[in-house]
């Protein structure tokens, strides 16, 4: 895992997805932090910087970013890469309450404790130091789902309060499945979810092979929800927000679940594409990702690709409606997106709302309103989905436009 770095003039091409970052001088990486929007956090950094910012902004010369799947990965990743590197300006910090470690007590059986500051020794593993206690708590909730645990000292001979909603192991567990538990829960701590996963597999194989069915129930079941732990992180904390945000600012009747994103590569030449991309509760959902060869012929021309675009997908009836239709462009790239889907005269119940997101300023244009909306204004929500859904789309649109090109250069001239 590795940082890449760019200069800190070039902040723009920073990706609008998860990650950990790292701010560097030319010597040393000073920083780390995680984001859910590497770019929009790194850039905070110097637009809007904290007081811990003033301290060392001024000696920055590049930063680097490592893109993770969700937030938990970078919440992980963030703690490894801080105990790596040691940067001046997280160790400064640590002397505080600030820092979090889990530890796992030396018990036969093990609780699994959250604490400030751990001393060797008196416990038989720990992890950290993580930053954000929140995330932390967030992603440990959800593990524990999956590898339930003991927190206090003394379980009860009946049900407790966190066996009822099946937290805790309960009064007799088996001690060798327990501790193979916790280990697995570190190690998914330590970023290995994907070998956990695969052993938990094998063993619910061998269980049912073996006929031991209730056994081999017990880690379907473990192997199903910890598939699910980093989807399940970004559906409970993001985007039930963003859907809200996004249905105010757009006052919209419904939340805004469902979103296609249009990117019309305007280049020279023979290769006009349009690409709708789709996010479903926040989430890119890439079965529903479109091209679009365009067929207009002569100059390009961005308002006819457009209308060619949006009829073509209109015509698909089977596809079901957005929630919100996000052009990229202004104001004219909106008209004639709207121009279109009033031609084919929607019912009022099958309409929906239309934007652009023009790149600019990154404002959006609503219909009616001849005032746009800038990003910056919007809660971080509803300005997250939206960069990262644009930016999805463009990354998309490019890199169909490089096939095209590179099996064009395939065809005998
Ligand atoms: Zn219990």
């Keep these: 895992m590795k940082f890449r770095f760019i200069a800190k ?7 609008s997805a998860p990650g950990v970052y790292a701010l560097s001088s030319s010597q040393e990486i000073l920083y780390i932090g995680k984001a859910l929007n590497l770019k929009e956090r790194i850039r905070s950094h110097f637009q809007q910087p904290s007081y811990r910012d003033h301290l060392f902004i001024k000696h920055i ?34 002397d505080g309450k600030n820092y979090f470690y889990l530890a796992l007590t030396k018990e036969p059986l093990p609780r699994v404790l959250i604490l400030h500051q ?7 593993k720990f ?14 909730k959800l593990l524990r789902r999956v590898f339930p645990y003991y927190t206090a000292k003394k379980h009860p001979e009946g049900l407790c309060s966190w ?23 570190f190690e998914v701590l330590q970023g290995k979810r994907i070998s956990v996963i695969k052993n938990i597999k094998k063993a619910m194989e061998i269980a049912s092979k073996d006929q031991r069915f209730e056994e081999a129930a017990v880690l379907r079941n473990q192997f199903l929800a910890l598939e699910n732990v980093a989807s399940h992180f970004h559906e409970q904390t993001l985007p039930k927000n963003s859907e809200k945000e996004l249905q105010k600012i757009l006052r919209s009747k419904n939340p805004i679940n469902r979103i296609e994103a249009y990117d019309i590569s305007n280049i020279q030449g023979a290769h006009a594409t349009g690409s709708m991309v789709t996010f479903i509760n926040g989430r890119p959902a890439k079965d529903w990702y479109r091209k679009f060869k365009v067929h207009i012929s002569g100059k390009p021309n961005d308002f006819a690709m457009i ?67 800038l990003l910056k204004d919007m809660p971080p929500e509803a300005r997250n989905v939206l960069l990262h859904i644009r930016d999805e789309a463009h ?18 001239l």
């Design 307 to 373: 209308q060619e675009v949006i009829s073509r997908r209109m015509a698909h009836k089977e596809w079901p409606y957005p929630d919100l239709m996000l052009i990229d462009g202004g104001k004219g790239q909106l008209s004639s997106a709207l121009q279109t889907l009033n031609l084919i005269k929607l019912s009022y119940s099958q309409r929906f709302r239309v934007a652009a997101l023009a790149k600019k300023h990154d404002e959006l244009f609503l219909p009616k309103s001849s005032v746009s909306l």
């Design 127 to 140: 992890l950290g130091p993580f930053v954000d206690g929140k995330s932390l708590k967030q992603t440990l």
């Design 118 to 124: 751990v001393s060797k020794g008196s416990f038989s």
């Design 395 to 412: 990354r998309f649109a490019i890199a169909y436009h490089r096939k095209l090109r590179r099996v064009d250069l395939l065809k005998p």
């Design 61 to 94: 010369t590049k930063v680097g970013c490592i893109e993770t799947f969700s937030e938990i990965d970078a919440l992980l990743l963030e703690s490894q890469l801080i105990k790596k590197y040691q940067p001046k300006y997280n160790v400064m910090w640590k």
């Design 163 to 185: 066996c009822h909603i099946a937290l805790c192991p309960g009064p007799n567990p088996n001690k060798k499945k327990y501790r193979k538990d916790l280990r697995s829960l």
């Design 9 to 15: 003039e070039k902040l723009s091409a920073l990706p």
